[in-house]
């Protein structure tokens, strides 16, 4: 972290470290070493390297890829907690239960959008879904079967 900002010629360094390193929960390991950390430490000490930075906009490509379920919970917070705190963030997965983290979907297809909407509209977007042969989060497929049973449920409760 200290190397990026030296890099940018920043001068607060450390209090911009202790305070990324808070905002991901990863302050009492400021002394360690990077191989002590577990993978998900070691991806919530990344998100603060780039929050040490100040950006407007954060890009994350698979933040939760090969982690466990603890470690998926934890970059979640993280990004929600972020989002909270008005940072936009820029969000790339394959896993698609990860997209109820986002605000707004944007499908791409050989480089190009091919479909964008609110997440709040995934019902709507069922068929295109389907069509583009995008498997449909596992809770959407359990709201599709309890509607089916005259049983709605909202989707804003999930969001």
Do not use: C, W
Not at 60 to 81: C, F, H, N, S, W
Not at 87 to 101: K, M
Not at 130 to 146: A, F, G, Q, S, Y
């Amino acid at each position: 972290m200290v190397f990026a900002l030296d890099n940018l010629g920043i001068e607060d360094k450390e209090e911009r470290i202790k305070e990324a390193l808070k905002q991901v929960q990863m302050e009492e390991y400021l002394e360690n070493d990077t191989y002590e950390l577990s993978l998900g430490q070691k991806q919530r000490v990344t998100i603060a390297g780039v929050l040490s930075i100040k950006p407007k906009y954060i890009v994350m490509d698979e933040p939760t890829a090969m982690l466990d379920p603890e470690g998926k919970e934890e970059i979640r917070k993280i990004v929600k907690e972020l989002k909270e705190l008005g940072y936009t963030i820029i969000y790339i997965t394959n896993i698609i239960d990860e997209i109820f983290i986002s605000d707004r979907v944007v499908i791409l297809e050989k480089g190009s959008i091919i479909k964008e909407f609110k997440t709040k509209d995934i019902l709507e977007n069922i068929e295109f879904l389907k069509d583009h042969n995008i498997t449909i989060p596992k809770i959407v497929e359990l709201m599709e079967e309890l509607k089916k049973n005259n049983i709605d449920i909202d989707i804003n409760d999930f969001i």
